[in-house]
């Protein structure tokens, strides 16, 4: 085995380590928060000069992901400091630890009975409105936030770190980022967010239904009910808008046999979302728990099958390596 599929499987698993260790410390610098601040900066010159916000929107994909491959391309290819630059970027391309860690706090007030300080800390989370939620929607929006967000900020990322590295990892990130902000289809974003909107649903296509299966198998090693799972899980999938977010949520509602979707509230609007899962079963503590755990177990079998292709696919088709 080379020394150059040494370090790509190398620095993966040093980041997915630190990843669960550290999470994302508050207050430390992180990419992402220069992309946000980047597409602000946009968006508030573009809305002044130009009418064509579907355009903007293209060129502002294009600029952005060639500046992220650029950079990060050029600082990991520095010599000797390089490997620490690029152990960096695939750590906080990663963000399972933080969403399990923020994911249990949020449980364990509802379960103290602290519900006001549950939806502050939910609404860091989601985009929905959190403030009037009770015990039953916060533990819901919770379950979907986590199965959802697994694939987005976990597994897709990993996806594309094991396979084109740190650069690719965030390219991913940037296209992830900007859907994120400029995504929802409202009057001030439905034109400047649609080529971000619509190239996210590409990227994560693959990875969406890898979280899926993965998750299938981290079921049966808790001795979930994965028969009933699979029998159901595709048809709820393809219920939702998007084509991959049902994957995962979909999966997970039905292993851990509890109901997402339902009525939902964005911006002060009601919104009916397609039901996942057993009709009418809550949410309580232990589901909770046990979704995490599913979660980890998750993060672990999708970590090791991509870490496993990547070499075999390397021994096999790249003699260099």
């Not at 080379?2 to 630190?18: F, G, H, N, Q, T």
């Not at 007030?109 to 602290?114: A, C, M, P, T, Y």
């Not at 902000?181 to 409202?186: L, S, V």
């Not at 589901?287 to 021994?315: E, F, P």
Request: glycine share 8%.
């Amino acid at each position: 085995m080379s020394d150059a599929l040494m370090m790509s499987i190398l620095i993966p698993v040093i980041a997915i380590v630190l990843d669960s260790v550290i999470g994302d410390p508050y207050n430390f610098p992180h990419p992402v928060r220069y992309i946000g601040n980047a597409l602000d900066f946009i968006e508030s010159k573009v809305r002044l000069h130009l009418s064509n916000l579907r355009l903007a929107g293209v060129f502002t994909l294009l600029l952005l992901c060639a500046l992220s491959w650029g950079v990060i391309t050029l600082l990991v290819s520095i010599p000797i400091i390089g490997m620490l630059f690029g152990i960096y970027f695939s750590y906080a391309g990663l963000a399972l630890g933080c969403l399990l860690k923020e994911g249990r706090h949020v449980g364990d007030l509802v379960e103290r009975g602290s519900l006001e300080e549950a939806r502050r800390a939910l609404s860091m989370l989601v985009s929905r409105d959190t403030a009037n939620m009770n015990e039953d929607e916060i533990r819901r929006s919770l379950a979907e936030t986590i199965s959802e967000n697994l694939n987005d900020g976990f597994i897709a990322p990993l996806f594309y770190l094991v396979l084109t590295g740190p650069a690719g990892l965030w390219v991913y990130k940037t296209v992830s980022t900007m859907d994120s902000m400029w995504g929802y289809k409202n009057d001030r974003f439905e034109q400047l967010g649609y080529a971000g909107a619509k190239i996210d649903d590409v990227l994560a296509f693959i990875p969406a239904r890898l979280t899926a299966w993965a998750m299938y198998f981290a079921g049966k090693l808790m001795s979930l009910d994965t028969r009933n799972a699979k029998k159901h899980f595709k048809v709820d999938a393809r219920k939702m808008e998007s084509p991959n977010a049902g994957w995962p949520m979909s999966m997970a509602a039905w292993l851990i046999g509890g109901q997402m979707g339902g009525e939902t509230m964005y911006f002060g609007e009601a919104k009916n979302k397609p039901i996942l899962g057993p009709l009418n079963e809550k949410w309580h503590s232990f589901k909770i728990n046990q979704l995490i755990d599913l979660c980890r177990r998750t993060a672990l079998v999708a970590s090791i099958g991509l870490i496993l292709a990547k070499v075999v696919l390397s021994l096999v088709f790249f003699d260099n390596y």
